[in-house]
């Protein structure tokens, strides 16, 4: 990359800020979630996850020209990550959810989310944090993988299509 897209890039991101998920902020995180995640999850069980995890909830806001390509400029949430805690063997660290716009993407806003989830779970005493990917989806493959993310296992049928499941974990 020369050096004018890395300054592109990196004042593109300056514009993005990340914090914690308001009450107001569930729509739009529903939005995301549906709109950029093969789900099966209604509205009801986001808003279940986003009430019992809100500290783990976090949305990117974009304002300026970052957000150019939008019909509404100004502090739009364009990404957002959902962490929950399961109860297993003991308590686990869990992604739920993880999604950035489409027009957003490959700008650091994911990692930006998912580091700042992690930071918040380790400050509570996590050692590890799991999550579910497709098989198929190797973008969410890779991102993890970048991120430390270690295949786990496979759980087969695991999606409500059928497709299967692939188990990652990383230590904190
Ligand atoms: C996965 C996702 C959240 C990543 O968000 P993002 O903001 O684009 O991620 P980043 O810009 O921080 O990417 C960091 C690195 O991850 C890897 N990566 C991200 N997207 C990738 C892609 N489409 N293909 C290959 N590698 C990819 C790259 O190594 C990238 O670094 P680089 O841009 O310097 O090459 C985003 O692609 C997304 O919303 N996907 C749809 C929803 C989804 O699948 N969520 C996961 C469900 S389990």
Same mark, same amino acid.
């Given at each position: 990359?020369?050096? #004018? ?7 593109? =991101? !300056? =514009?993005?800020?990340? &914090?914690? %998920?308001?009450?107001?902020?569930? &729509? ?16 009801? @069980?986001?808003?279940?996850? #986003? ?6 909830? #976090? ?11 939008? %019909? ?7 990404? #957002?990550?959902? +962490?929950?805690? &399961? ?13 950035? !716009? ?17 930071? =918040?779970? &380790? ?36 999606? %409500?299509? +059928?497709? @299967?499941?692939?188990?990652? !974990?990383?230590?904190?």
């Amino acid at each position: 990359m020369g050096n #004018f897209m890395r300054r592109r890039k990196a004042r593109k =991101e !300056e =514009e993005v800020s990340v &914090r914690n %998920a308001a009450g107001s902020d569930l &729509r739009e995180i529903v939005r995301l979630w549906q709109t950029n995640i093969k789900t099966a999850n209604t509205a009801p @069980d986001i808003a279940d996850f #986003f009430y019992s995890f809100k500290i783990y909830f #976090f949305v990117a806001v974009c304002s300026g020209s970052a957000c150019s390509g939008s %019909a509404d400029t100004t502090n739009k949430i364009v990404g #957002f990550v959902g +962490g929950t805690v &399961r109860n297993g063997s003991g308590h686990d660290a869990h992604i739920s959810g993880i999604a950035v !716009e489409k027009e957003h993407r490959r700008r650091g806003i994911g990692t930006r989310l998912l580091t700042t989830v992690e930071r =918040e779970f &380790r400050a509570d005493g996590f050692g590890k944090v799991t999550l579910e990917v497709r098989k198929s989806n190797r973008a969410a493959i890779n991102f993890y993988e970048k991120q430390g993310y270690k295949r786990s296992y496979f759980v087969t049928g695991y999606y %409500a299509d +059928g497709e @299967d499941a692939i188990v990652c !974990e990383k230590r904190l």
